[in-house]
């Protein structure tokens, strides 16, 4: 399968521990995206990287959470001392950038509860 | 705001076609319109694009009207496999291409 894979599927932790999440782009995609998105509503973005370089982070992503894309291949996004407001699925999603478009094509995403 | 305007649900008979509306007066006339759809427990899927054009995929077709301030994307034919949330984004041409989602039009087959 060549689509964006990610990794766990399913998270459970319990409040205050850190957890970790890995996304696998679409080999040839400069951009890589994360998003969060709670029951009933739409995705909400959190933040973007082109290449290896983190180019925009959400008002939403607060200082406990952190991403990386080391080499601008797979990207992780971790969150420290995780709170109840933090389960949700977190998405990610990868794309070739061209000139006026920008296809993204996502994950199945990793669902996190937090007990 | 990148803001778009869309019914919360809609319902269709399966084999008859689907007209999804959606509004986005704000748009500016290099911005893209996308939609997108979330079929259960899965990520988002892009469906279509366009920008002043009707625009057709073997998935659907997008009708852009004239002031670019409203779209329709239509399914020709549904199937149950279409029952999905739809998703209407304009993305703006000045921005990282992030998609910001309202609450999308929650589509019905019925068989």
């Known amino acids: 399968d060549t689509g964006v894979s990610q990794d766990p599927r399913h998270k459970i932790t319990k409040r205050g521990q850190n957890v970790t999440f890995r996304c696998d782009p679409i080999?040839?995609?400069?951009?890589l995206y994360w998003y969060r998105q709670t029951l009933g509503q739409g995705p909400e973005f959190l933040t973007y990287?082109?290449?290896?370089?983190?180019?925009?982070k959400s008002r939403l992503l607060s200082d406990r959470f952190s991403a990386e894309r080391p080499k601008g291949s797979f990207s992780t996004l971790e969150i420290q001392r995780t709170e109840q407001g933090d389960s949700a699925m977190y998405l990610c999603?990868?794309?070739?950038?061209?000139?006026?478009?920008?296809?993204?094509?996502f994950g199945a995403g990793t669902r996190l509860s937090v007990l | 705001d990148a803001k778009t305007t869309q019914p919360n649900s809609m319902e269709s008979n399966e084999e008859e076609p689907v007209h999804l509306p959606c509004n986005h007066s704000t748009i500016s006339g290099t911005d893209y319109i996308h939609w997108y759809r979330q079929l259960p427990s899965q990520g988002p899927e892009y469906v279509i694009h366009g920008l002043t054009s009707n625009v057709n995929n073997r998935m659907a077709s997008l009708a852009i009207a004239e002031d670019r301030k409203s779209s329709t994307l239509i399914l020709h034919r549904a199937t149950l496999r279409d029952a999905a949330v739809y998703y209407c984004i304009f993305v703006l041409s000045s921005n990282t291409g992030k998609l910001i989602f309202g609450q999308g039009t929650t589509l019905q087959v019925k068989p």
């Open positions: 999603a990868s794309s070739l950038a061209l000139a006026g478009v920008n296809i993204q094509y």
């Open positions: 080999s040839e995609h400069n951009r």
């Open positions: 990287f082109q290449n290896e370089a983190q180019l925009e």
